[in-house]
């Protein structure tokens, strides 16, 4: 079976994915990107052997403060391999499902076309976007399949109707974890040691890791310690870039927030800031953080992320899913971590790690992948 992928860009953390598909021996298999997405991280690995891919020219158009990418060629090219199946990424790759549909249409239409979306974020009302709604409910009918990010999204998608269950596919969403998984494996250093390393108090630490912007409430690392004397014994480490890092920087010297680290972006340092870290967490929007701090040993305290936490926290065991994003809230959640005894800690950073070992790995998102495209393409006209 041949079995076509689009995608925007083929990130770092998809590589380990599309190089199992490429090796498989089941499915013929070829992923379709296009250039980097311009004042985006979303950006192509510098590695992408072991996958079988064409990279396309692109231009983007700028919608909404965002960039769509158009790749030169896409119909052209799905002409010459003749996919039976092709697995559309969702709206952010808008023009990429576009021509697949009208490749679909024109050219072969027997061929299969897989959605693969979040559907809707938690906490994000979609009634409130009647317009989008329509849109996206009247391109759903040109797809015989839904890969979904997680179980979140499947229940959104039920909620929103007019599809059927057996046409729904859970993926759970998830990082290199199998790069996590080994570097945690080779780590010999011990929580105190790493510290030591990148010059933290030897104490409890908190670690924030993403992009600085306003949809991700980076602020709360600041006023969390700022509002509680009782967090004032932690670290608060701030790993990342974006537009509001000149923001926290000010906003800790005017506080003089000593037990708040502002890092920058790291890279091959956040094996580091992974074992040095007690809790990860994630006040706002996020994703493939929640499986990399897991497969580390590190559990998430999050409020609304992108639905994959629903998956992947297992409840005061691999983490916290708050019902709000108080201040409040959040700070209640580390001090529960915090006194917990060291032996329970321990218990808990074996339980993370397991959990992404046995459940979420690429393994499992290339079966899940397998199973969509086997039953879609069995689905007669």
């Given at each position: 079976?041949?079995?076509a992928?689009l995608?925007?860009?083929?990130?770092?953390?998809?590589?380990?994915?599309?190089?199992?598909?490429?090796?498989?021996?089941?499915?013929?298999?070829?992923?379709?990107?296009?250039?980097?997405?311009?004042?985006?991280k979303?950006?192509?690995?510098?590695?992408?052997?072991g996958?079988?891919?064409?990279?396309?020219k692109?231009?983007f158009?700028?919608?909404r403060?965002?960039?769509?990418?158009?790749?030169?060629?896409?119909?052209?090219e799905?002409?010459?391999?003749?996919?039976?199946?092709?697995?559309c990424?969702?709206?952010?790759?808008f023009?990429?499902?576009l021509?697949?549909i009208?490749?679909?249409?024109?050219f072969?239409?027997n061929?299969k076309?897989?959605?693969?979306?979040?559907?809707?974020?938690?906490?994000?009302?979609?009634?409130?976007?009647?317009?989008?709604?329509?849109?996206?409910?009247?391109?759903?009918?040109?797809?015989?399949?839904?890969?979904?990010?997680?179980?979140y999204?499947?229940?959104?998608?039920?909620?929103?109707?007019?599809?059927?269950?057996?046409?729904?596919?859970?993926?759970?969403?998830v990082?290199?974890?199998?790069?996590l998984?080994?570097?945690?494996?080779?780590c010999?250093?011990?929580k105190s040691?790493?510290?030591?390393?990148?010059?933290l108090?030897?104490?409890?630490?908190?670690?924030?890791?993403g992009?600085?912007?306003?949809?991700?409430?980076?602020?709360?690392?600041?006023?969390l310690?700022?509002s509680?004397d009782?967090?004032?014994k932690y670290?608060?480490?701030?790993?990342?870039?974006?537009?509001?890092?000149?923001?926290?920087?000010?906003?800790?010297?005017?506080?003089?927030?000593?037990?708040?680290?502002?890092v920058?972006?790291?890279?091959s340092e956040?094996?580091?800031?992974?074992?040095?870290?007690?809790?990860?967490?994630?006040?706002?929007?996020?994703?493939?953080v929640i499986?990399e701090?897991l497969?580390f040993?590190?559990?998430v305290?999050?409020?609304?992320a992108?639905?994959?936490?629903?998956?992947?926290?297992?409840?005061?065991?691999?983490g916290?899913?708050?019902?709000?994003?108080?201040?409040?809230?959040?700070?209640?959640?580390i001090?529960?971590?915090?006194?917990?005894?060291?032996?329970?800690l321990?218990?808990?950073?074996?339980?993370?790690h397991?959990?992404?070992?046995?459940?979420f790995?690429?393994?499992?998102?290339?079966?899940?992948?397998k199973?969509?495209?086997?039953?879609?393409h069995?689905?007669?006209?």
């Open positions: 079976m041949r079995v992928i995608q925007r860009v083929c990130t770092s953390y998809r590589v380990p994915l599309f190089q199992q598909l490429s090796d498989d021996p089941e499915i013929e298999f070829k992923l379709f990107i296009g250039a980097n997405v311009p004042d985006s979303v950006k192509n690995a510098s590695d992408l052997s996958i079988n891919f064409i990279k396309l692109s231009f158009v700028k919608l403060g965002h960039y769509f990418p158009i790749h030169t060629n896409l119909i052209k799905l002409k010459r391999y003749q996919p039976e199946v092709i697995i990424e969702g709206e952010s790759n023009f990429g499902y021509q697949a009208i490749f679909k249409i024109l072969k239409r061929t076309l897989i959605h693969w979306c979040f559907i809707a974020l938690p906490g994000e009302d979609v009634s409130k976007k009647q317009i989008i709604a329509s849109v996206k409910s009247f391109f759903r009918n040109f797809f015989s399949g839904f890969l979904l990010y997680s179980s999204s499947k229940m959104r998608l039920l909620q929103i109707g007019g599809v059927p269950e057996e046409k729904m596919f859970v993926a759970t969403n990082g290199n974890t199998e790069k998984i080994k570097a945690y494996r080779e010999s250093f011990s040691e790493s510290r030591r390393q990148l010059g108090c030897d104490q409890f630490t908190i670690l924030y890791l992009t600085l912007d306003r949809n991700k409430r980076p602020e709360l690392l600041l006023e310690p700022r509680y009782c967090l004032r670290n608060f480490v701030v790993a990342g870039e974006g537009p509001m890092f000149s923001y926290l920087e000010s906003e800790k010297k005017r506080w003089e927030l000593d037990n708040v680290y502002l920058g972006k790291i890279t956040i094996f580091s800031y992974l074992n040095a870290a007690d809790v990860l967490i994630i006040p706002g929007r996020g994703g493939i499986s701090a497969a040993g590190v559990p305290i999050v409020h609304q992108d639905g994959t936490e629903y998956d992947l926290i297992k409840p005061g065991e691999t916290i899913i708050l019902g709000n994003g108080a201040i409040e809230d959040f700070k209640n959640a001090l529960s971590f915090s006194n917990l005894p060291i032996e329970k321990e218990q808990i950073k074996i339980l993370c397991q959990t992404v070992l046995s459940e790995n690429s393994q499992n998102m290339v079966n899940q992948i199973i969509a495209v086997n039953t879609v069995s689905i007669k006209m």
